[in-house]
């Protein structure tokens, strides 16, 4: 089974955003602090016989602390 889908387009920017520059740095800063789920598949077909099947899911976020930080001795 396969199909397209065409993108939607929006008749007005929703609240200015189309407009608003952001580095790439913060655009990274702001996904990995909330986290990120990429999923995907691709399938190599030849004559209508799939040959090749990907499947991707991932998950990629930042790490932070669990417990107080450790102080170092002196």
């Known amino acids: ?7 939607v387009e929006s008749a007005e920017p929703v609240s ?3 407009n608003r ?3 790439l740095v913060d ?8 986290g990120v789920v990429l999923a995907g598949d691709l399938t190599v ?9 990907i499947s991707l ?7 932070t ?5 450790e102080e170092e001795p002196s």
């Open 27 to 34: 655009l990274l800063d702001r996904l990995l602090a909330g």
């Open 1 to 7: 089974m396969t199909g397209t889908v065409a993108p």
């Open 45 to 53: 077909s030849l004559a209508g016989v799939d040959l090749i099947r």
């Open 57 to 63: 899911r991932a998950l990629i976020t930042s790490i």
């Open 16 to 18: 200015g955003l189309a």
């Open 65 to 69: 602390p669990v417990g107080p930080a």
């Open 21 to 23: 520059e952001i580095a």
